[in-house]
C-alpha cells in the first residue's frame, strides 16, 4: 500500500469586483428600400441536327509478332573466393618496419620540394617585379616615339 499523502488546507482571500452597469443602448432601426431584379427569360435553344454521314471502315495492319533473339549465355555469377594469403609473407612486425621507413622517406621528400615550391615562388615574385620594371622603362622610352605608349613605333634593333 501506498502511504496517504494529504496537502495542506489552503483558502484564498475572497475578493469581488466593484458592480458596474453599463448604459443600455439601443440602435436605432434602419429599413433599406425593397430591390426586386427584372424577370429574363432566356430565349429557348434552337434544335440542330447533324447530317448523317457513313464514315468508311478503316483496319489497321496487325503488329508483327516479335520474339528475343534466343542466347547461350549463363547469367549465373560466379560466388567470389575468399583471398588467399601467401604463406611466404614475411611477418608483420618486418612489413610495419618498411612501411613506417617509406614514410619517413616520404616525408622527408615532401619537405624538400616544398622547400623548392617556396623558392620558386620567391623568384617568381622577383621576375614579375623586374618585368614590372621594364614595362615601366619602355613606356617612359615610347612617351616620345611616334604612337605615344599605346603603339610606339621604334626602329628594329631598339631591344625593347
Known amino acids: 500500500e501506498a502511504p496517504k499523502f494529504e496537502a495542506p488546507k489552503f483558502e484564498a482571500p475572497k475578493f469581488e469586483a466593484p458592480k458596474f452597469e453599463a448604459p ?3 440602435a436605432p432601426k434602419v429599413e433599406a428600400p425593397k430591390f426586386e431584379a427584372p424577370k429574363f427569360e432566356a430565349p429557348s435553344i ?11 471502315k478503316f483496319e489497321a495492319p496487325s503488329i508483327p509478332k516479335f520474339e528475343a533473339p534466343k542466347t547461350d549465355y549463363n547469367f ?7 583471398p588467399v594469403v601467401d604463406e611466404n609473407l614475411e611477418s608483420q612486425e618486418v612489413r610495419d ?5 617509406a614514410k619517413i622517406v616520404f616525408k622527408e621528400a615532401d619537405a624538400t ?22 614595362k615601366a622603362a619602355k613606356d617612359e622610352a615610347c612617351k616620345t616615339r611616334w604612337g605615344g605608349k599605346i603603339l610606339c613605333l621604334r626602329p628594329f634593333g631598339t631591344g625593347y
Not at 434552337?46 to 468508311?56: G, L, Q, S, T, Y
Not at 620540394?113 to 621594364?134: P, Y
Open 24 to 26: 443600455k443602448f439601443e
Open 46 to 56: 434552337p434544335k440542330f441536327d447533324a447530317p448523317k454521314v457513313d464514315v468508311p
Open 76 to 82: 549465373d555469377f560466379p560466388t567470389p573466393k575468399a
Open 97 to 101: 618496419e618498411k612501411a613506417r621507413e
Open 113 to 134: 620540394a616544398k622547400d623548392l615550391e617556396a623558392k620558386a615562388k620567391e623568384l617568381r615574385d622577383i621576375a614579375n617585379s623586374k618585368k614590372q620594371d621594364a
